[in-house]
């Protein structure tokens, strides 16, 4: 096991800036998770602790090592790709003992290891097969298996659920979240699939732009967003956004939108005038009967999924999802009253985009 210790990691090539200034400390046998739109630098900042990238600015450490120049065969880290990166003319067991072999280990060292790490994942009966007789899901445990044999200090997933159907990625978290705890190993894991991101990591790395956003226990990132974009981009489906102005009413502060719908706010310290973002999740907003005290949606489309079923509207001109787990007799035209409840809003600073409670 490692830790890993990233200080002021700077990436660019050329005159083009990818990374700037990313700060993050990797406990001994934490799973991290990297996570962001396309184009965000995660993938390149693993590359950067891999040994793939060289690091522009900033020091890199494995357990309290400087390793910026470290070439990448001396990191004891391994590597799980998108794409399995599989030799298609060898085996399983010749696949999974490539490494080994390379580093000219007697095979009488490292069989057991591979028979081992075969059980664990479930290949045992395929070891003789090659790479083309075998699922999406085989290959992944085939590559999972390549790394675990070698037995790394650290572990690197980059995006390796990403080619799999939607059954089957759930199927593969699970094992790989439980590979981790048996091993005890240090993870970074990559990917830009939020729900992975929240089921599987120890600590959540929101990223945009090449900066880091927020770092923090998944539920925590969920509950408490530090700002807009990891309020809309941690949740599916996306949390609602509301933007207007700080009123006083009734010695009540209020959210008053262009249209004058009125949300009343959770006690925070706001400036009367301030143009402020609510948010609120769908599973938060709730339907009410009361018409004096809901706000009027209009129904644009009804999504069910089974065990939810997904409303979208609009609310003045902002667009609106709810997320009910009770079944309604409703249609798309539809007029139904909503209640924001003030305990679940999410408030920002409009400008900033930050949060202010």
Do not use: W
């Not at 739109?37 to 900033?58: F, H, N, Q, W, Y």
């Not at 696949?95 to 072999?101: S, Y």
């Not at 809901?294 to 644009?300: M, P, Q, R, T």
Request: aromatic letters at 6%; a negative charge.
């Amino acid at each position: 096991m490692a830790s890993v210790q990233l200080k002021q990691i700077y990436k660019q090539y050329e005159q083009t800036p990818v990374l700037h200034g990313i700060d993050l400390q990797i406990e001994d046998g934490e799973f991290i998770v990297l996570v962001g739109p396309s184009g965000c630098g995660k993938s390149t900042l693993m590359r950067m602790v891999a040994g793939l990238e060289d690091i522009s600015g900033g020091d890199f450490y494995i357990d309290g090592a400087r390793a910026n120049e470290l070439p990448p065969q001396q990191r004891n880290i391994a590597m799980v790709f998108q794409s399995y990166a599989l030799y298609p003319h060898l085996t399983v067991y010749e696949n999974i003992a490539f490494g080994p072999r390379l580093r000219k280990e007697p095979e009488s060292s490292f069989k057991p290891r591979i028979e081992a790490a075969a059980a664990m994942l479930n290949l045992t009966p395929y070891l003789q097969r090659l790479p083309k007789a075998l699922s999406g899901g085989q290959r992944q445990r085939v590559a999972m298996g390549r790394a675990v044999v070698r037995e790394p200090a650290l572990f690197l997933f980059d995006e390796p659920l990403s080619n799999l159907d939607a059954k089957l990625r759930v199927q593969m978290r699970a094992e790989i979240k439980a590979l981790h705890q048996r091993l005890k190993n240090t993870v970074i894991y990559v990917t830009h699939d939020q729900i992975e991101a929240i089921t599987m990591g120890d600590r959540i790395v929101v990223m945009n732009g090449g900066k880091i956003e927020q770092v923090g226990k998944p539920l925590d990132i969920y509950d408490r967003p530090a700002n807009i974009f990891v309020a809309s981009f941690i949740g599916s489906p996306s949390m609602n956004f509301i933007e207007g102005t700080v009123q006083l009413k009734d010695n009540k502060e209020l959210l008053v939108t262009e249209q004058g719908i009125e949300i009343e706010l959770p006690l925070c310290e706001l400036i009367l005038g301030q143009q402020i973002t609510i948010g609120i999740r769908p599973e938060h907003i709730a339907l009410s009967n009361q018409l004096e005290s809901g706000i009027e949606l209009s129904l644009d489309l009804i999504e069910p999924t089974g065990a939810e079923t997904y409303l979208y509207g609009k609310i003045d001109r902002f667009a609106c999802c709810i997320a009910l787990r009770e079944r309604q007799n409703l249609a798309p035209q539809d007029k139904i009253n909503v209640q924001l409840p003030k305990q679940h809003l999410h408030i920002f600073d409009t400008v900033s985009t930050l949060r202010l409670n």
